[in-house]
RNA sequence: CGGGACGUGGCUCAGCCUGGUAGAGCGCUUGGUUUGGGACCAAGAUGUCGCAGGUUCAAAUCCUGUCGUCCCGACCA
């Protein structure tokens, strides 16, 4: 390709919209336009680099057996009623309607047309294993878009179906497909560690998220560099210690504490409870029923584990400043600060203690009664627990659960997620085969999903400097950048860079062309901006030498004859592909 | 949905407080000089100042509303 012949609208400035490396670089490179808020426009050399990403994507899940299916994005209400998730999704769909005010969803993720598929297909165990695979538009109508294309309203996603007969069955598939995610983000270049994970609204039981290092990733992730844990901070679980048990104190006792409506003012003079001595008590409404949920002091609430725990679908904090919540607030007698769950609780109100309180006695709550509270307060002995959940969030430095190594927590950008469903959609969408004994039996599902929009971006994100992207060549828009710097139709650096673009073409490499009438600076600048991983100077100075200039991406200039140029440059892009390939290749 | 910031030429921004002629740099067009790290000179084109009301002799500027964008939170595969 001739530089001149496509479009690379590069900028020398920084958008004033975006706000990370990664967006900045996808736009000043010329990759992508926004057209609105989480919409964007792919340019030519962005959509290159996409179609990379899904051709790797493509490869390696053809390798592992899955195979190629396109499904519409344009849904029909009805299959999304019978799985449940009209409701449990509502506000992520995007819905549209036709002419005759039918309305239609616009596909966030594809578990229902897949097992409609499959209930009417796959009828027999004979039919078993399969996997069902495509790369296709999402709508998901985010409240808030952001970081380009890191969280979008519109963006291309690989999504995987496995169907097997057994739970066993469907591990194995599992493992295929979590085998193959390592191998598709190391062929991209990218730093990628699989950890585990909430399963959500997408159901099922077991999970893990494919996660890329960086600051400004959305996710925290929990991890122990001794025994290797690794789960995404909703998931994960420490080995903290229970509270401490006392001796059992005497009576609950109240005392004044005027003013004091903070975990932090109880803990200092004149009240000095330490906020591991405290009982923190949340008033949270659960599918529209409030329940309170106990914590130690010290300790925050992980919202994903309640909803996990408690199968709760919506969960919100009851709001002070709410005036249909004031009801739950004078129902227990008091206002946030001096809540407590040792009377006034309503008989019908579930209480969710933190398993980390179980035992512990000795400890201070809210009296219900503002500008009171409760001391030796016994919490097995004086509140009424429904259930003890592990319902809070884990901190950096605690004991990991399974070695008591040093626990870490860093930022993350979930670009993979897997999933075992087990029949979550098979039975409401009656997708069942026949056994060999003639018995109907729901098949055992799991799902796979990577945001291939998200993973260019990571690429970006985790692959840059000063100067610009620093494309691996596996996902560059193109793999090699040749710079005559004179383009004068027959001039010397002109004559060599079509010879070397033919050669180099004729062997299979990636060449763009910079056939572009600008001084050298403009042309060196705009190839390190887009971040090319080779780029071939050819000038006059050299070329009286009998050389050109080859300089990779993020290494030096190196002068070469210029009988070498072509197989230099070979050699170098197989090189690096090579070591961007798997090391333990996975047998069909 | 709550909090905050911002909407001025294709891009980045100034001007607004204190109302009165719409500006700069980059980019673009033309000509010339340049030509190994985002050149220089000259000439030029490009704006209903997001939109709608209001105040005023007069509004980019003040007021109200609205739409959009970005950030934080909430929320979220």
Redo the contacts with the bound molecule.
């Keep these: 390709m001739r530089w001149t012949q496509t479009l690379i609208p ?8 975006a ?1 990370i490396v990664s967006h900045q670089l996808l736009v000043r490179a010329g990759l992508v336009r ?1 057209l ?3 919409l964007y426009t792919f340019l030519p050399l962005g959509l290159r680099s996409l179609n990379k990403v899904a051709q790797i994507v493509r490869e390696e899940m053809n390798r592992a057996g899955a195979i190629e299916v396109s499904m519409p994005c344009l849904q029909p209400p009805e299959i999304w009623q019978a799985s449940g998730r009209y409701e449990t ?1 509502r ?2 769909l995007c819905r549209v309607k036709d002419r005759a005010q039918k309305e239609w969803i616009l596909g ?2 594809h578990e229902e047309v897949i097992t409609t598929l499959a209930a009417g297909e796959m009828n027999s165990y004979k039919q078993f294993p399969k996997n069902f695979y495509q790369v296709g538009i ?1 709508f ?1 109508d985010e ?5 380009g294309l890191m969280r979008a309203k519109e963006f291309i ?1 690989k ?1 995987a179906y496995s169907f097997d007969t057994t739970d066993a069955g469907a591990m194995e598939s599992y493992k295929k497909m979590y085998d193959a995610y390592t191998r598709i983000f190391s062929r991209c270049g990218l730093q990628a560690f699989p950890v585990e994970a909430d399963t ?3 159901g099922g039981n077991h999970s893990h998220e494919f996660m890329v290092p960086a600051a400004t990733g ?1 996710n925290d992730v929990v991890y122990c560099e001794k025994c290797g844990y690794a789960a995404n901070i909703e998931k994960a679980i420490s080995g903290v210690p229970r509270t401490a048990a006392r001796e059992v104190g005497p009576e609950v006792e109240k005392f004044a504490t005027p003013g004091v409506v903070t975990i932090e003012a109880l803990s200092k003079a004149p009240y000095s409870v330490p906020a591991n001595r405290q009982i923190k008590t949340l008033v949270y409404i659960a599918d529209s029923q409030p329940v309170l949920i106990l914590l130690r002091g010290d300790d925050q609430l992980n ?1 994903t584990k309640f909803m996990a725990r408690t199968g709760a679908i ?4 009851a709001d002070a400043k709410n005036a249909a919540d004031q009801a739950l607030f004078a129902a227990l007698g008091a206002q946030p600060g001096s809540l407590g769950a040792v009377r006034n609780v309503p008989s019908d109100w579930k209480v969710y203690a933190d398993e980390r309180l179980q035992g512990a006695n000795d400890m201070t709550t809210g009296a219900n009664e503002d500008g009171y509270h409760f001391r030796n307060v016994s919490i097995e002995r004086d509140i009424r627990v429904t259930a003890w959940f592990d319902l809070r969030t884990v901190t950096v430095g605690e004991p990991c659960a399974k070695c008591g190594g040093s626990l870490k927590i860093r930022r993350a950008i ?1 670009v993979g ?1 897997v999933f075992k469903l087990g029949t979550k959609y098979s039975e409401p969408l009656n997708a069942t085969f026949l056994d060999e004994n003639g018995q109907r039996h729901p098949s055992v599902m799991g799902c796979y ?1 990577i ?1 291939v929009t998200r993973t260019l971006q990571a690429v970006i994100e985790q692959g840059n400097d000063k ?1 610009g992207v620093v494309w691996p060549v596996s996902v560059a828009p193109y793999q090699v950048c040749l710079t005559p ?1 004179s383009v004068a139709p027959g001039s010397a650096p002109m004559e060599l860079a079509e010879k070397l673009y033919a050669e180099l073409t004729a062997a299979g490499i990636e060449v763009i062309l910079d056939d572009r009438d600008e ?4 042309k ?3 190839s ?2 887009v971040g090319f991983p080779i780029r071939v ?7 009286a030498k009998g050389e050109v ?1 080859i ?1 990779p991406r993020s290494g030096a ?1 190196q002068a070469v004859k210029i009988e070498a140029a072509a197989s230099t440059v070979i050699e170098w892009v197989q090189s690096e592909l090579k070591r961007l390939s798997p090391q333990a290749p996975v047998a069909a």
């Design positions: 590069t900028l020398k400035e920084v958008p004033a919209d706000e926004k609105a808020g989480g999704m506000d992520a966030p993720t999402k998901r409240i808030r878009p952001r970081f996603m999504d959500g609204v997408i959305e919202e919506a969960v919100r904090p979930e997620h999903g945001g100067d710097l001084r050298p600076g403009v060196f600048k705009d390190e901006l100077g050819i000038g006059e100075k050299s070329l200039e300089k200039i």
